[in-house]
């Protein structure tokens, strides 16, 4: 499982590729690598929790964000080794 953790760098470019971000994020939903998103408090920027995926996938997966290819934001991505969880997430764990 991954955190990924996207900082905002230039706040003016937010809304000129805020509609191919959303795209970016909802394509991520559709093959199964992310599993939520939200912003970062107080923070400016957005955190993502993804899993499915190698860690060199990913890092190819948000090297495409258009807010990462257009200096919008600094992505950092932390891999986390889940070994308990809540039953409810049990598919996270291995």
């Known amino acids: 499982m991954f955190f990924v953790t996207l900082k905002l760098t230039d706040k003016e ?13 909802q394509k991520g939903f559709d093959e199964g690598v992310f599993l939520a998103i939200g912003s970062l408090t107080p923070e400016p920027g957005g955190g993502i929790l993804a899993h499915n995926a190698a860690r060199e996938a990913l890092e190819a997966r948000v090297a495409e964000d258009p807010f990462v290819v257009n200096g919008v934001a600094s992505p950092t991505i932390t891999e986390v080794q889940v070994s308990r969880t ?9």
């Open 86 to 94: 809540d039953e409810r997430l049990a598919f996270l764990k291995g």
């Open 13 to 25: 470019k937010v809304g000129t590729f805020m509609e191919a971000h959303k795209a970016w994020i």
